[in-house]
């Protein structure tokens, strides 16, 4: 049984930080991708970050690009995504998602979700 848990969400002002953890259980990333993806209100599900076996640095989104990082802990079955300098518009519901071999370049292509973290940012 796979199972994601996200943490970390919350209320920030613009050019803050949050940092997301999954906890991950029931894959291994061998063969799994992880990553995340956000759900924007009134937006379809968009894919902001994700991390391959056959890559060896994590790919993100364009709106990602330079203010996430996201990364594995030491040992342990937990990865994170460090949000600086959030703008509004990084407002929405974080999922962390897995899937086999290849990163989803949909929703339609995650085959496992954590139930979501809200993070809104908002002065």
């Known amino acids: 049984q796979v199972n994601l848990v996200e943490s970390g969400g919350g209320l920030v002002q613009p050019g803050e930080s949050l940092r997301l953890s999954c906890a991950f259980s029931?894959?291994?990333?061998?063969?799994?991708?992880i990553g995340w993806f956000r759900h924007a209100p009134g937006q379809e599900r968009d894919g902001v970050s994700c991390?391959?076996?056959?890559?060896?640095?994590?790919n993100y989104s364009d709106s990602a690009k330079g203010r996430f990082t996201m990364s594995r802990g030491n040992g342990k079955n937990t990865v994170y995504l460090q949000m600086n300098s959030l703008k509004p518009e990084d407002t929405g519901v974080y999922y962390c998602v897995a899937s086999a071999y290849m990163c989803p370049r949909s929703p339609s292509e995650v085959e496992h979700w954590g139930q979501g973290t809200q993070v809104t940012v908002s002065s």
């Open positions: 991390l391959s076996p056959i890559d060896d640095n994590p």
């Open positions: 029931g894959i291994t990333l061998d063969y799994y991708t």
